[in-house]
T-cell receptor, first 117, second 115 residues
Framework: KNQVEQSPQSLIILEGKNCTLQ??????????LRWYKQDTGRGPVSLTI?????NTKSNGRYTATLDADTKQSSLHITASQLSDSASYIC????????????????FGQGTILTVHP | KAGVTQTPRYLIKTRGQQVTLSCSPI?????VSWYQQTPGQGLQFLFE???????NKGNFPGRFSGRQFSNSRSEMNVSTLELGDSALYLC??????????????FGPGTRLTVT
């Protein structure tokens, strides 16, 4: 069964510190891998989208990496802020996504990040 | 451009009742997907509609149904509610971009509590 496993389940860090969230997947083949940020009580918002041929993608203080050989992705957050407190979800997208493929998206369970002042 | 809107934002129902949730996608988006999110199961796909037709369906019982109107607005209905249906229901509107990829935007969700 195709799976996406995220670790840790939860993480607490102090404001200003860096952190790295992990995503291991068994989905194969895949078109791209996405990281979403979900604030409490809100819908997920896309942070980064990486195709299988990309190794890294940045969005401000967020940097995602992808190792297709080991089937691992990570999301690195630099100089964390209180507003980074949220759930971070990894999603693996199958080839030819869109159209008939939305049902084949595989979501991780998410990592809950709490940033303390 | 306005984002995806969902109504109502919060809902409390009793076991056995039915509920209808509404989603208005971003203007111009013809695809609407629905997801159930619970702490234990994470995000799970319910179904997807495109141009008033259901194109995909997840592994949920027949009590969960949906429809899409000609203006792309979508509704989902859950009949004979069970306690386990308590969840955040998310709607996402999408459009296909080049090279077979897509852009998907989520609404704020409807928090359903079944007592």
């Amino acid at each position: 069964k195709n799976q996406v496993e995220q670790s840790p389940q939860s993480l607490i860090i102090l404001e200003g510190k860096n952190c790295t969230l992990q995503c291991n997947y068994t989905v194969s083949p895949f078109s791209n891998l996405r990281w979403y940020k979900q604030d409490t009580g809100r819908g997920p918002v896309s942070l980064t989208i990486m195709t299988f041929s990309e190794n890294t993608k940045s969005n401000g203080r967020y940097t995602a990496t992808l190792d297709a050989d080991t089937k691992q992705s990570s999301l690195h957050i630099t100089a964390s802020q209180l507003s980074d407190s949220a759930s971070y979800i990894c999603v693996v997208v199958p080839p030819n996504a869109g159209g008939t493929s939305y049902g084949k998206l595989t979501f991780g369970q998410g990592t809950i990040l709490t940033v303390h002042p | 451009k306005a984002g995806v809107t969902q109504t109502p934002r919060y809902l409390i129902k009793t076991r056995g009742q039915q509920v209808t949730l509404s989603c208005s996608p971003i203007s111009g988006h013809r695809s609407v997907s629905w997801y159930q999110q619970t702490p234990g199961q994470g995000l799970q796909f319910l179904f997807e509609y495109f141009s008033e037709t259901q194109r995909n369906k997840g592994n949920f019982p027949g009590r969960f149904s949906g429809r899409q109107f000609s203006n792309s607005r979508s509704e989902m209905n859950v009949s004979t509610l069970e306690l386990g249906d308590s969840a955040l229901y998310l709607c996402a509107s999408s459009f296909t971009v080049g090279s077979g990829s897509y852009e998907q935007y989520f609404g704020p969700g409807t928090r359903l509590t079944v007592t």
